[in-house]
Nanobody, 121 residues
């Protein structure tokens, strides 16, 4: 099995910063793309940022210039540094990873349990 465990969420004032972490564990052979998504109350889950195994990144327009995604392949961990936070960034943030498990050739899509980020005005 594969588990993704997020940490680092919390309550912060507008303009503040938070850093999210997501560690993957289990019977992992390799991890392709990793990413962060978020879901605000009453809204659909949306892409925040993704990063490939080689380090190429992509961001939602709403977070460009404020958020930075990075990863540590040796630790199977992805990070999201969030600066200049706004109240509209309030959401549950989910980690996602495309993982090839040991002894398989298929790649599975895995999700973390989510971590709450609340930005007060």
């Amino acid at each position: 099995q594969v588990q993704l465990v997020e940490s680092g969420g919390g309550l912060v004032q507008a303009g503040g910063s938070l850093r999210l972490s997501c560690a993957a564990s289990g019977t992992i052979s390799s991890i392709n793309a990793m990413g962060w998504y978020r879901q605000a109350p009453g809204k659909q889950r949306e892409l925040v940022a993704t990063i490939t195994a080689g380090g190429s990144t992509d961001y939602a327009d709403s977070v460009k210039g404020r958020f930075t995604i990075s990863r540590d392949n040796a630790k199977n961990t992805v990070y999201l540094q969030m600066n200049s936070l706004k109240p509209e960034d309030t959401a549950v943030y989910y980690c996602n990873a495309a993982v090839r498990r040991m002894y398989t050739i298929t790649v599975g899509n895995y999700w973390g349990q989510g971590t709450q980020v609340t930005v007060s005005s």
